[in-house]
């Protein structure tokens, strides 16, 4: 890994929010691609932080800083991204489910999607199964993502599931779904039509199921 690819890291590892814009460019001068600074600066340096967090050496503000850092960053490198998609790919509607506030994983993963050459809109956190529909009715997008952090947030997306057939909009989009506590099996049991372990996996299985 180069010095300022491990500098990223330790800074989001320390929460310094107020040192991420310079490093970021800095990074971007040196030659280093936006997917680069990402996946092998920034990422390895929030997945630190998470097995701290797990383990009791790092606290909830720690945890907010270092999101902080990571959001600094992402403003220079969306739209770099984003400008790596060569056509659009299709369109995404993006959130987090009902209940649930983790949205750093759901970020990364609309960025990805940018990336890949999606249009991506983003509900945000929080979303209420009703609102992913009505977003569903009006985008009329390709993919339908959710993201769920907490075990006691994953029924939200059966739900909406349920509450896409009922309103006959289920064979007009693919529904995509990942998050910690998600896995293939999950997947399965809500009819899902695929399920992402990271932000690179779900860009690439975006264009899959777009075809
Ligand atoms: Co929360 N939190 N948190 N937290 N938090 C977890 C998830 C937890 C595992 C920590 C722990 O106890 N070890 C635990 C959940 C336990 C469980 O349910 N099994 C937990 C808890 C309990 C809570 C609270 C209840 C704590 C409390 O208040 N007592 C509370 C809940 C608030 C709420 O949501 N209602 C809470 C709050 C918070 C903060 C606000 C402090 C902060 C969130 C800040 C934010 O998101 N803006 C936070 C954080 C940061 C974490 C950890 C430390 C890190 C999450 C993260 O951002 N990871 C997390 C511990 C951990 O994950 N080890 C934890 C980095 C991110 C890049 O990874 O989100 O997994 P991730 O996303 C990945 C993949 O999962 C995948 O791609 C992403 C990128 O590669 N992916 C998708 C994600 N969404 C996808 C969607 C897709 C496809 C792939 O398709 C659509």
Redesign the pocket.
């Known amino acids: 890994m180069s010095d300022t690819l491990s500098t990223i890291s330790t800074l989001i590892i320390e929460g310094k929010f107020a040192d991420m814009i310079s490093i970021t460019n800095a990074a971007l001068e040196e030659g280093l691609s936006a997917d680069k600074i990402l996946n092998d600066g920034l990422?390895p340096g929030?997945d630190h932080?998470?097995?701290e967090?797990?383990v009791g050496n790092l606290f909830?503000p720690d945890?907010?800083y270092s999101?902080k850092a990571m959001q600094a960053a992402m403003t220079i490198i969306r739209p770099l991204l984003a400008e790596t998609g060569v056509e659009t790919a299709g369109k995404v509607v993006?959130g987090t489910v009902k209940?649930?506030?983790?949205?750093?994983?759901?970020n990364?993963?609309g960025m990805m999607c940018e990336g890949a050459g999606f249009e991506v809109i983003d509900l945000g956190n929080d979303v209420d199964p009703e609102v992913f529909v009505e977003a569903v009715k009006e985008h009329k997008p390709t993919i339908l993502?959710?993201?769920a952090?907490?075990?006691?947030t994953l029924g939200a997306m059966e739900r909406t599931i349920k509450i896409l057939e009922g309103a006959g909009l289920r064979d007009k989009v693919k529904i995509?779904?990942?998050?910690?506590?998600v896995n293939q099996d999950f997947a399965d049991q809500i009819t899902a039509d695929g399920y992402?372990?990271?932000?690179a996996t779900?860009s690439e299985l975006a264009k899959e199921l777009s075809k």
């Open positions: 990422m929030m932080v998470g097995a967090f797990k909830v945890v907010l999101a993006l209940g649930d506030l983790h949205d750093i994983g759901k990364l993963v993502g959710m993201s952090l907490l075990t006691t995509m779904i990942g998050g910690a506590p992402a372990s990271n932000a779900a």
